[in-house]
C-alpha cells in the first residue's frame, strides 16, 4: 500500500520532518470507532474529569499573564502549584520541583523567572534554553517540567512533551526527529510543528486542545 507522508517542517537546521498520514488516520478511524464523539463521548468524560484541562488553562491564564512575572516569588510559587495539581506531570518529579524551588536564593530565582518570561512572553527560543540550562544545574531538566506550563497558557499552540509518548509518536508516525531526554527548542519547534499538522488532518472531536490530541496518540498508536 502506499504510504503517504506529509512534510511538516522545513528548518534547514534540522533536516526536514515528515508524517505518515496512513497511520495517523488508521489511528483516527480505531478512535471513533470506540468513540464516536471523540472527546466529548460519554465513555470519555472520567477522562477529562480528570485531567480538567480547562480549569488548568484559566488558572495558568492567570498566573502566568506577563505583568506577573514582576513578582518572582509569587511567579514561582503559583508555577510550582501549576506543576503539581497538573495530572499529566510525573509524581516524582512534583515534589522535587517543588523543593528546588523553595531553594532557591533569591538572585536564582529573578533568574529563572526572567527565562521564564522570556520563554512564554519573550524570544521563546532562547527562553527555553535558558530555562533548560537553569533546569540542569539542578539535575531538574526534564520535558514535563519544561514544557507543562506552556500547554495550559496556550493550549491551541503550545504542546506538552511527555517523554513515553512523544518518543512513541516519532517513531509510529515515522517524523524525522531526534528524541533526547535533554529537552531542546529544536525537537521542541519540530514536534510542535508536526502536532499542529496532525491537528489539521484528524477531526476536532480528538482536538479541543493539544494535550488532548497527544492523548489519543497515546491511547491509539
Known amino acids: 500500500m ?12 534540522y533536516g526536514h520532518c515528515f508524517l505518515n498520514i496512513n497511520k495517523l488516520k488508521i489511528a483516527e478511524a480505531h478512535f471513533l470507532q470506540s ?14 474529569k480528570r485531567h480538567r484541562v480547562d480549569k488548568m488553562t484559566v488558572f495558568a491564564k492567570k498566573v502566568l499573564a506577563k505583568k506577573e512575572f514582576d513578582k518572582p516569588n ?49 524570544n521563546q527560543k532562547k ?10 544545574e539542578r539535575k531538574m531538566a526534564k520535558w514535563s517540567l519544561v514544557t507543562i506550563g506552556l500547554v495550559y497558557y496556550r493550549p491551541q499552540k503550545e504542546v506538552f512533551v511527555k517523554p513515553t509518548t512523544a518518543k512513541n509518536i516519532v517513531q509510529k ?44 496518540l497515546m491511547m491509539t498508536l
Open 2 to 13: 502506499y504510504t503517504l507522508r506529509s512534510r511538516v517542517c522545513d528548518d534547514p537546521g
Open 74 to 122: 509569587a511567579l514561582l510559587e503559583n508555577m510550582v502549584k501549576l506543576v503539581s495539581r497538573s495530572s499529566m506531570g510525573s509524581l516524582f518529579e512534583k515534589p522535587k520541583f517543588r523543593d528546588m524551588v523553595n531553594d532557591l536564593n533569591s538572585d536564582d530565582r529573578v533568574r529563572l523567572v526572567a527565562s521564564y518570561k522570556k520563554l512564554f512572553h519573550g
Open 35 to 48: 468513540y464516536p464523539d471523540g472527546f466529548a463521548d460519554a465513555g470519555l468524560e472520567k477522562v477529562g
Open 173 to 216: 508516525l515515522e517524523l524525522d526527529l531526534d528524541y533526547k531526554p535533554r529537552p531542546s527548542w529544536e525537537f521542541y519547534e519540530g514536534y510542535r510543528k508536526a502536532i499542529l499538522e496532525m491537528k489539521s488532518l484528524v477531526s476536532p472531536s480528538l482536538a479541543p486542545n493539544n494535550a488532548a490530541l497527544t492523548g489519543f
Open 127 to 136: 527562553g527555553l534554553t535558558e530555562v533548560v540550562e537553569f533546569l540542569a
